[in-house]
């Protein structure tokens, strides 16, 4: 059933979505996302490299936010105290 929903969505829909995105162009675009489109087209190396550091520095960015979070917890939410044995 799901593999019929698939073939049907692609089938009706996103044939439509793809049109309307190619009809849209570059003059909606906002300033950053003219910038990105011209250096993807101009330097694709540069845009590349760029596209990589980025990722890593957001990567990098993330893991520290965790940590951060994560020793934050630990130090200030106490778990339930254990079941007394008797």
């Known amino acids: 059933m799901l593999v019929g929903i698939a ?24 300033p950053l996302s ?22 890593l520095v957001l990567g990098v960015g993330a893991a520290i936010l965790r940590r951060f979070f994560s020793n934050l917890r630990k130090k200030y939410i106490h778990s339930a105290p254990p079941a007394s044995q008797k």
């Not at 692609?10 to 003059?27: M, P, T, V, W, Y």
């Not at 910038?35 to 490299?49: A, C, Q």
């Open 34 to 55: 003219k910038f990105v489109s011209d250096l993807n087209k101009e330097m694709p190396i540069l845009y590349g490299m760029f596209s990589i550091v980025l990722a």
């Open 7 to 30: 073939i049907a969505y692609d089938s009706f829909f996103a044939e439509n979505l793809a049109k309307e995105a190619q009809s849209i162009g570059d003059h909606s675009l906002n």
